[in-house]
T-cell receptor
Framework: DARVTQTPRDKVTEMGQEVTMRCQPI?????VFWYRQTMMQGLELLAY????????DSGMPKDRFSAEMPDATLATLKIQPSEPRDSAVYFC???????????FGQGTRLTVV | GQNIDQPTEMTATEGAIVQINCTYQ??????LFWYQQHAGEAPTFLSY????GLEEKGRFSSFLSRSKGYSYLLLKELQMKDSASYLC?????????FGTGTRLQVFP
């Protein structure tokens, strides 16, 4: 059963703490996206990778966010230090190639208090 | 720049037909996608258009006009379970950009 897996599903943390979100893309997919979803902004593209190489992370606040793909089975999104305005649902999605459908993980609901 | 516009909310009656419009302006185009997202869940793929015209998939159809930067999603024989958000997304060269979504409420 091929699916994108994200951990953790829920995270509550205090302002200033580091948060790491993990994503396992579908095996064989070479494109990985990180999105943030809020009621006000909808789905915002934060960063994306092709064949593990970061192509564009212009959607991320560079001073506190970082995205990496240490290997083909793991993508990470880190926030350090976290702030209350980072509270949102973070989705990872993977696709076979550009122009093909992207499959979404179940998301990580982050609450920063 | 890039811009994808959809109506924020729509309502319809069970059994009816509803059309959700999407207009886009992007620097590149490599396909237009529609996703469905129920509250508290992840988006799921509905349909895909890369050439002009209508794609039909059961109760759902999607139309694309590249020259007009316009697409619509048509939902027929509406059911209560179709109450969800519908997201229009454009592959701008190699990145998938989403509109803010249209929240559809189906009433009995």
């Amino acid at each position: 059963d091929a699916r994108v897996t994200q951990t953790p599903r829920d995270k509550v943390t205090e302002m200033g703490q580091e948060v790491t979100m993990r994503c396992q893309p579908i095996l064989g997919h070479n494109t990985v996206f990180w999105y943030r979803q809020t009621m006000m902004q909808g789905l915002e593209l934060l960063a994306y990778f092709r064949n593990r190489a970061p192509l564009d992370d212009s959607g991320m606040p560079k001073d506190r966010f970082s995205a990496e793909m240490p290997d083909a089975t793991l993508a990470t999104l880190k926030i350090q230090p976290s702030e209350p305005r980072d509270s949102a649902v973070y989705f990872c999605a993977s696709g076979l190639a550009p122009g093909t459908e992207a499959f979404f993980g179940q998301g990580t609901r982050l609450t920063v208090v | 720049g890039q811009n994808i516009d959809q109506p924020t909310e729509m309502t319809a009656t069970e059994g009816a037909i509803v059309q959700i419009n999407c207009t886009y302006q992007t620097s590149g185009f490599n396909g237009l996608f529609w996703y469905q997202q129920h509250a508290g869940e992840a988006p799921t793929f509905l349909s895909y258009n890369v050439l002009d015209g209508l794609e039909e998939k059961g109760r759902f159809s999607s139309f694309l006009s590249r020259s007009k930067g316009y697409s619509y999603l048509l939902l027929k024989e509406l059911q209560m379970k179709d109450s969800a958000s519908y997201l229009c997304a454009v592959y701008n060269t190699d990145k998938l950009i989403f509109g803010t979504g249209t929240r559809l409420q189906v009433f009995p």
